[in-house]
C-alpha cells in the first residue's frame, strides 16, 4: 500500500466533525472517523493470504483495527519486549491565555500554578458530590499555554470551565496523532528514531525531537507499569511515523496493539477505563447511572487535591478523605 506523505488537513477535520454531528444522518454521511494512520496500520491477523482490511473496532466513534497479531502475543509484548498503540481518538484541548492556569485550576482539583514547562500531570475533575466527571492529562507548553488530552469530557465548557475566563480554547482532537511506545525496549526504538539519547528525560517531562523529518514531541509516562512513551505531532502525517516506528522496532520485537489489547494494557499499572470502569459524573439523573460513578478516593487519585485553595467538589473530597466508603483493589496473578 502506498502511504502518502501527508493526509489533507481538511477532510480529516470534516471527518471527525461528522462523528458527532446531529445534522447528519446516519444513513446519508455519517461515519465513524478513522485514525489519521490508518494507511500504516495494516492487520494481518487472518487476512495474509487475502490481503483484505482488518475488522475494525469503534471507540469514540473512531475505528482503529480490532487485532493486528492476536490479543495474547500483542499483551505479551506489554512485558517482554515492547509496543506502539494510537491514543489519537482522545480529545484534545488547548487552553491559552492570561487565565489558562486560573482556567484550568477551576476545572480541576489540580495544583496547576505550580507546574513547570515541560511538565505533565494528571488531570482529574469532580462534580460537586466529589464524583469523577474529568480524567487526563494536562502538558504545560509555556506560561500560558497547556494542552488537555482525555475522553469526550474534555471540552471547552464542559469538562473545561472556560466561562468568565480570559482564555482561548482550541480543539485539535483531529490534528494531533498520540502513539504509545511503551515496554522494556521502548527507548531503544525511539533512540533508533531520532538518533540521540533520551535517558535524560525524566518521568512526566516532555521534549521535542525529531522522527523523519518532522517535529515529534516525547513524553515520559507510561501506561502499562513498564517503561513508557508518548509521541504527539501532526496528524497529517501519522501513517508516516507509525511504519516508521514499526519499522524501527522489528529487531526488538514490536507489536502493534489492536481494539482489544487497547482495552486491557494499563491495567497492571491500575488506571481505570472511563465508560468501562466508571461513568463520568455528568449524566443527567433520569440516566440512573449514578451507581457507577467513581471518587478520586476510589482510585487512590485523591493525593492529587489541591488543598490551599477552593474547588468544586473540595468539601465532598475532604469527607471521603476522612470516611471512604470505597476502595478499588487489584488482584496479583500467582503463576505457581
Known amino acids: 500500500m502506498k502511504i502518502f506523505d501527508r493526509l489533507d488537513t481538511g477532510r480529516l477535520d ?3 466533525a461528522d462523528r458527532f454531528n446531529p445534522e447528519v444522518s446516519i444513513y446519508n454521511g455519517k461515519e465513524a472517523a478513522f485514525l489519521p494512520a490508518v494507511q500504516a496500520q495494516v492487520s494481518p491477523y487472518g487476512q495474509v493470504a487475502t ?12 475505528l482503529l483495527p480490532y487485532e493486528f497479531t492476536g490479543w495474547l502475543d500483542e499483551m505479551k509484548s506489554i512485558t517482554d519486549t515492547c509496543y506502539i498503540g494510537d491514543w489519537s481518538w482522545l480529545e484534545k484541548v488547548r487552553i491559552s491565555g492570561p487565565d489558562a492556569v486560573k482556567c484550568l485550576e477551576a476545572s480541576s482539583i489540580n495544583n496547576i500554578r505550580n507546574m513547570k514547562t515541560g511538565k505533565a500531570k494528571h488531570f ?3 462534580n460537586h458530590d466529589g464524583y469523577i466527571t474529568v480524567d487526563g492529562i494536562v502538558f504545560r507548553e509555556s506560561e500560558d499555554t497547556f494542552l488537555v488530552t482525555g475522553g469526550l469530557t474534555v471540552k471547552a465548557g464542559e469538562g473545561i470551565r472556560t466561562e468568565g475566563m480570559d482564555v482561548t480554547a482550541q480543539t485539535l482532537t483531529s490534528r494531533i496523532y498520540n502513539f504509545h511506545i511503551q515496554g522494556p525496549h521502548s527507548a531503544k526504538v525511539i533512540e533508533k528514531l531520532c538518533g540521540e539519547d533520551i535517558s535524560d528525560l525524566g518521568f512526566i517531562s516532555f521534549r521535542d525531537i525529531v522522527i523523519c523529518g518532522e517535529t515529534t514531541r516525547l513524553y515520559r509516562g507510561g501506561m502499562s507499569g513498564e517503561l513508557g512513551y508518548e509521541i504527539f505531532g501532526d496528524a497529517a502525517v501519522a501513517s508516516v511515523i507509525w511504519k516508521a516506528v514499526v519499522d524501527a522496532g522489528q529487531e526488538f520485537g514490536i507489536r502493534q496493539l489492536g481494539y482489544r489489547t487497547l482495552m486491557s494494557n494499563h491495567l497492571q499499572s491500575f488506571f481505570p477505563t472511563i465508560w468501562v470502569d466508571f461513568i463520568p459524573a455528568i449524566m443527567p439523573p433520569e440516566a440512573h447511572l449514578d451507581m457507577f460513578y467513581r471518587t478520586p478516593h476510589d482510585f487512590g487519585w485523591d493525593n492529587l487535591m489541591d488543598k490551599e485553595r477552593d474547588f468544586v467538589g473540595k468539601e465532598a473530597m475532604l469527607k471521603e478523605q476522612a470516611e471512604p ?11 505457581d
Open 124 to 126: 482529574v475533575a469532580v
Open 51 to 62: 490481503g483484505e482490511m482488518p475488522v475494525y473496532a469503534q471507540l469514540h466513534s473512531a
Open 325 to 335: 466508603t470505597h476502595k478499588t483493589m487489584m488482584l496479583e496473578w500467582n503463576s
Open 14 to 16: 470534516q471527518s471527525w
